[in-house]
Structure formats: structure tokens, C-alpha cells
């Protein structure tokens, strides 16, 4: 048999939201590879897909230094591409696992890119987003009728955040984190701050959810932080 790379979304963080696909192809994996920051002692991906895997499948974490430069792939890249090459050359069954959805955001599609040059077969299951899943735990709908909903990720610049900002009925804002206190202004701003909510570690243990955004204070927001903003709402958000 060949081997073959799976992409397996895994969920925002509660372990009962992962599809049955992406459970039994977890459960039939070789090798799982899990990507892991260079601050994290585990991958929170591996720690959602960790209850499915069996004791005899081989675990690997690989550090992936946030890449700076798209075009060009850093020397711990080339290690990772290297050992996932050369599971695949043995003929195993690789599981990648990643947060959310793999299609989005993700260090996944980078991966996928540099090993589709080898010919291996690659496979993606979807995962629920982190921010399907916020709008779920809130009763918030994130969009309807005609609005639009728009994705971004916070750290864009300013200018273009703007843009978005003043047209977009509806908005995600990712990688929250960085720029937290920009982003409240902002908000403030354009007078989506009292139909804004932010969802720290959504379904994870720590979760937080935010409503009073404005006085938040100053305290560091962790990196799994998202924050849901309609411009007209009849909901309420429940908690
Ligand atoms: C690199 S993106 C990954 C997105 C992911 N692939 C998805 O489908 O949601 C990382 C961002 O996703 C959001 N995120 C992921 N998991 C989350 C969670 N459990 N709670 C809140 N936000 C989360 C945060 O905004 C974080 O900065």
C-alpha cells in the first residue's frame, strides 16, 4: 500500500466535536503528526484528538516556526517536510491533525503544498470551525438573510481592518490576540463594540466568554480568542 497524508480537522476543543470520519480515520492512523508552538508543552490539537488514538500509533509533535515569509520555507520546515516524507516512503498511514477546520487558517495547507510534489495521496476532513462552534455556544446566529459575513484574520493592516470593519454586516475576527486593544477601538469606532462578544478557548478547559468588551482591561489575551460582531442583532447572547 502507498502511504498517504490525511488532514484531519479536529474541532475547536471539545472532544465530542469531531466528526465520525475524522474519528475513525484517527483511529486507523500510523503515525499521527501533531503541529505544536514553540511556547506549548502539547498540541491542543493533539490533546482534542488524543482520546481517539490507539496506544500502538505512533505520536510525533512538530514545532512549525510561524512563517514570516510565505515564499520562503525555513530550515524547520524542511526538517518537518522531510519527516513526513519519509513516513509516507515506509507506507504509512499519516493523520495530521488540526484545530478547527484544516481548510482555514490552518499550517496544514502549507504542509499539504509541500508534500503534493512527492505524489503521495492526500485526504482532508473537514472540521468544525472555532468560530461555528462560538456562534452555537452563544445562541448567536452569525449571519442571515442577506447578510454578509466576512473572516479576518485581526492581524491584517489597519487600513484594509477598516475597510471591512465599515462595510461588513457581520464579522470574524481571528488571531485576536496580538492586537487586542487596537481592535476594541476600533470597534468602538465603527459602534459594533455592544454587538461584539469574544470566546477565549471555546469549549475547552479555561473557556471565557467576553461581552463587556470594553472594559476587558489590560490582562493578556490568550491566542485561542475570537470575537463574533453583528451590526444589527434581535439576539441576545446567551452565556
Ligand atoms: C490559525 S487560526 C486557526 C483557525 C482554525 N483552523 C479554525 O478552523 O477555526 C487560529 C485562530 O483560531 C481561533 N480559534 C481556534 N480555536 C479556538 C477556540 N477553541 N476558541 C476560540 N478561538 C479559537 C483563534 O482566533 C485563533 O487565533
Redesign the pocket.
Known sequence: MKGILYGV?VG??DPELLTIKAVKVIKKADVVVAPKTEKKDIS?ALSIAKPYIKKSTEIIELTFPMLLNKEKISAAWEDNKRIIVNLLRQEKRVVFV?????M????FIYVQRLVAEYGYPIKVIP?????S??GSRLNYPLAEGSDTLCIV?ATIDEKKLDELLSTSNNLV?????KNFNKIVKKLNKYQLINNAVM??????EG?RIITDLKNKGSEEVN????IIVRRYTKDKIIT
Do not use: M, N, Q
Request: proline share 8%.
Open positions: 480537522g475547536p476543543g491542543s488540526t484545530l478547527g477546520d484544516p482555514l487558517y490552518s499550517t472540521g468544525i470551525t472555532s468560530f462552534a462560538i484574520p475576527l481571528l488571531k485576536v490576540y470566546v477565549t478557548k471555546c469549549g475547552l473557556e491566542y485561542l480568542s475570537t
